[in-house]
């Protein structure tokens, strides 16, 4: 035991000698760059998705900086790691807008994590790029959602599965958490709305992680031998997939009787897993890996050489990256600073072509203009598009098919500057997040 | 099901038809051309005109369209980029092996990137299905033939209820004709002539089928001004009577697909518990890594695939003595390592096996990376025991439900007849007086604690086909591992197997009504509740022993 606690004191002290290194040494560096955190979990239960986009905004960061840099300065990461703990999300938050005076944040993954940064950011008065589809409802002065909103992901792929499909009767499954309960919620909305009775939609929530699915599918097979065309539109989240879809197959339930539309299976969840039962299904994002563009093309390679691997795949929340990080430079060179204020200003209304293409756009609402892609999961873990939108659709921060947030808007230019406008009281809730 | 025992038969009918269609000299030069057409649409065409292609690739009458139709379905037709030929290949550890579609000669092995796979959507293989079936109507095999029924009654028109029909005259199988019959009888429910009608409302109750009872449904259903839907009010009256005669056998069949999906996650339960159940209960144990020996397990089975990828059962079965071997082997490494200095002292040896966990998990990230990793799932095991409409069981769940009989059983013999069950036995019940007796007892720690190990590496194999393969699948057992043998009463197995089996049931009975989320509490609450009780589970242990 003795020894233990020596070679523990050891440790900590090498690793605070280590750690004065690195703090001077990038104070050394600091007046010739400009920082740029990046703040996804490197470990715990989200690293499976976050860690590839760690790695993306290296890629990003690294090729900004062979093209010179950024007002003539070079680019540093700042990489931390939140250890998929929510907290710790905000202290991580908190550490790179003081100590390390990041000039903007790339980050968080979940909901949960981007709540929690929330308070933070908008204390200190950041920048934060958030990457990846949510259930909207939120309109911060500081975040940037480059993401995919309700109306850009969910609303779309309910619409294809109606018109395309003809599905009459709809099960709506998903993990009992924040994005899915209101995305859920959204959706009931509209399908109502479109005169769907109540008695054809079931909702389903399991918890995290859950494996045994016997049951749900069993009533899902109950549920779609009504005689009218089933579909299953999924927000299971994460690892509850693969047993949801293996025993979908066992239980004979093909993707033609009653295809499953996920908004959380892309391409880098598809490459670890046996994808036979899967074939067929179905995905919606803004950004398939299988878009055949040059852009894309290039990116791929790009992605392949950098992380020095031929078998990785991209997926929906590395464009959003991609798209986020070029807008940001855009807007700095445009606001000639990289001060908060200038750059929230000069980054709406700054386009940027994506890798399917089209040419996003940051809209006042701080959300982006995406296209919305359907595609059917083919058994290499690629997506093939069986329907894609004709425009770009804008993201829509407060969704109109809620009685509670119909009247709401979000708009941070002038006169309005509010993310939470009541267009019929024409007043700002002052709700922050 | 359908889809399944197509894809089950389709090798061999795929054999089956190569033999008969061995170059049929002479074909006339017309019909191939127009072949040849078809198959350029399918390797150039847009969806659309893939689409046609496939319709007009039934009614082509060659020799080999239904091979090529049965490939395409299968993801094995593919398109050699070299010369813009399609091919029929079949995958091996190079790439390819393939063949010609159109003449089925022979062209050896090519690399997986020299050819591009013919793509589907949904549409396409569903209208692939209704054509294999009308093609193999007349397959030799009875199961096929069945198969084929019942894609065609999916979507009955008028072209398809010929061919039943004709083939209905000379069908020789009892179940393929019931099939075919019940596709009548269900068309004639629709019948304008009355009798008709009520003559195939009246066979209709005695028979099995989900079309059956929404079409009945549909008969006693009112519309929104509350008008029945169904104008005759006899016909509406069988309906009714018809419905409630089948409504009572669908709720008999319900209850036993509810007690069966209990037994198979009891069984899960059981599997992962029941290692623990000696380390913990027989030894008194606190052994926090023991999910990261099951997870150790799984990542044997993905191991042993990867070494035989082309024989997926046989990696299985191999797996289960290797993975027994290997978590065995790291199990007594932890004891002989840390426990052993441990003993007495059940806070510590808490801490101190959940950084071994933390320590194998991690190992497993930086061996394997974070990802999950795909073990596939042998043929045998995957789809379902379809013994009507309304039951259907997994294979893999039911599998898995004997293999953890298996395991207990071979458990208990082990326990009561060797040399070693009998050591563990003697020294769990008084360690003192086993050590006077001459018993090695730091030896038989080590082996037990082995032995509980190698039991949860074997448990591991038998999640590798339910779960996900990655590290952090033995977190998502450990607390229900722990449950199960507190439940059952420490020390005692047979306890495991009730407390498994019982929680497994009451989960599913609850699950329907309270939903996943609130039934799995309701559970955890029941059991601290018994635990007030009885803390000592359901089957306390008795006797001297059990007070010490």
Known sequence: MKKLTHSLRKIALSSALSSLLLASASSVMAEDTIKVGVLHSLSGTMAISETTLKDTMLMLIDEQNKKGGLLGKKLEAVVVDPASNWPLFAEKARELLTKDKVASIFGCWTSVSRKSVLPVIEELNGVLFYPVQYEGEESSKNVFYTGAAPNQQAIPAVDYLMNDLKVKRWVLAGTDYVYPRTTNKILEAYLISKGVAKKDIMINYTPFGHSDWQSIVADVKKFGSAGKKTAVVSTINGDANIPFYKELGNQGISAENIPVIAFSVGEEELSGIDTKPLVGHLAAWNYFMSVDTTKNAAFIQQWKDYIKNPKRVTNDPMEAHYIGFNMWVKAVEKAGTTDPDAVQKAIIGVEFPNLTGGTSKMLPNHHISKPVLIGEIQDNGQFLTVWQTNKLIDGDAWSDFLPESKPIIADWTAPINCGNFNTKTKKCSGQKY | ?548
Request: charged share 20%.
């Open chain 2, 1 to 548: 099901m359908k889809a399944n025992s197509i894809k089950r038969y389709s090798g061999w009918v795929a054999m089956l038809l190569l033999i008969f269609s061995i170059p049929t000299i002479g074909q006339d030069v017309l019909q191939a051309n127009t072949f040849n057409d078809i198959l350029s649409k399918l390797k150039l065409g847009s969806m659309q005109e893939r689409e046609q292609a496939i319709d007009q690739l039934a009614g082509s009458g060659h020799a080999r369209a239904l091979l090529i139709a049965q490939a395409l379905l299968d993801g094995k037709l593919l398109l050699l980029k070299a010369d813009d030929k399609l091919m029929i290949g079949l995958e091996n550890n190079q790439g390819y092996d393939i063949s010609d579609a159109v003449t089925g000669e022979k062209s050896g092995t090519v690399a997986r990137e020299a050819v591009t796979k013919i793509n589907l959507t949904n549409k396409l293989r569903g209208s692939l299905r209704k054509i294999i079936g009308q093609l193999e109507l007349s397959a030799d095999d009875p199961a096929v033939r069945l198969a084929a029924v019942k894609a065609m009654a999916k979507e009955a028109d008028s072209n398809t209820l010929e061919l039943l029909k004709s083939r209905a005259a000379i069908e020789p199988d009892a179940d393929v004709k019931n099939a075919i019959a019940l596709v009548f009888l269900l068309q004639d429910m629709n019948s304008a002539d009355k009798a008709v009608r009520i003559k195939a409302i009246d066979a209709l109750k005695d028979h099995n089928s989900l079309d059956a009872v929404n079409q009945l449904k549909g008969m006693v259903e009112k519309d929104a001004d509350g008008r029945p839907l169904e104008a005759d009010a006899d016909i509406r009256n069988l309906a009714e009577a018809a419905l409630a005669k089948i409504s009572t056998r669908l709720q008999i069949y319900s209850s036993i697909e509810t007690v069966f999906f209990g037994l198979s996650l009891g069984a899960v339960l059981v599997l992962a518990a029941i290692g623990l159940a000696i380390t913990f209960g027989v030894m008194g144990i606190i052994n926090m890594a023991h999910g990261e020996l099951m997870m150790l397990g799984a990542y044997t089975t993905y191991v042993m695939q990867q070494l035989l990828p082309n024989h997926l059962g046989v990696a299985l079965i191999v797996s289960i003595p290797v993975a027994f071997l290997v978590a065995a082997l790291v199990g007594v490494a932890i004891e002989r390592g840390i426990i052993r200095f441990l003993y007495g002292r059940p806070l510590e040896t808490l801490l101190a096996t959940f950084g071994v966990s933390l320590f194998l998990q991690q190992t497993v990230r930086s061996i394997f990376s974070p990802l999950n990793r795909s073990v596939a799932t042998p043929e045998w095991m995957s789809g379902s025991w379809q013994i009507n409409d309304f039951l259907s069981l997994t294979w893999n769940r039911f599998y898995i439900l004997v293999f953890c009989l298996l395991v207990f059983i071979a458990l208990l013999q082990i326990l009561k007849h060797t040399k070693l069950g009998l050591e563990v036995r003697a020294v769990a019940q008084n360690r003192n007086m086993a050590k006077a007796m001459g018993i090695p007892t730091a030896r038989v720690d080590a082996m037990t604690f082995g032995l509980g190990s190698g039991i949860a590496g074997v448990a591991g194999v038998a999640l590798s086909q339910i779960t996900n393969v990655g590290p952090n699948l033995g977190q998502a057992y450990i607390v229900d591992s722990f449950m199960v043998v507190v439940f059952g009463g420490v020390g005692n197995l047979l306890g495991t197997l009730v407390a498994g089996f019982s929680l497994g049931i009451a989960n599913k009975f609850l699950e329907p009504f309270a939903g996943a989320v609130l039934a799995k509490i309701l559970v955890l609450v029941f059991i601290i509740l018994f635990i007030q009780k009885r803390p000592r589970g359901l089957f306390p242990q008795k006797g001297r022993a059990a007070e010490a």
